[in-house]
């Protein structure tokens, strides 16, 4: 089951399907890399993705 991700963590999971890495997700967004990482693995486990291509698929599918 899937939990709601919070406005930053999508955000950033919107920036990943840009294909953004995590140091420009994080200079872009003025936060450090580990916070980006932290939110990401948050992410991850919300949507029960594995990895950044699962996230970015999910990423299209909830927004269509």
Do not use: D, H, P, Y
Not at 41 to 62: D, I, P, V, Y
Request: overall charge positive; some cysteine; proline content about 0%.
């Amino acid at each position: 089951m899937t939990r709601t991700l919070t406005g930053r963590e999508m955000e950033i999971s919107a920036l990943v399907a840009t294909g953004m890495s995590n140091k420009a997700i994080a200079a872009q967004l003025e936060i450090s890399e580990q916070s980006v990482k932290n939110m990401l693995q948050r992410a991850f486990t919300k949507t029960l993705c594995s990895n950044r291509t699962e996230l970015a698929l999910w990423m299209l599918k909830t927004a269509a």
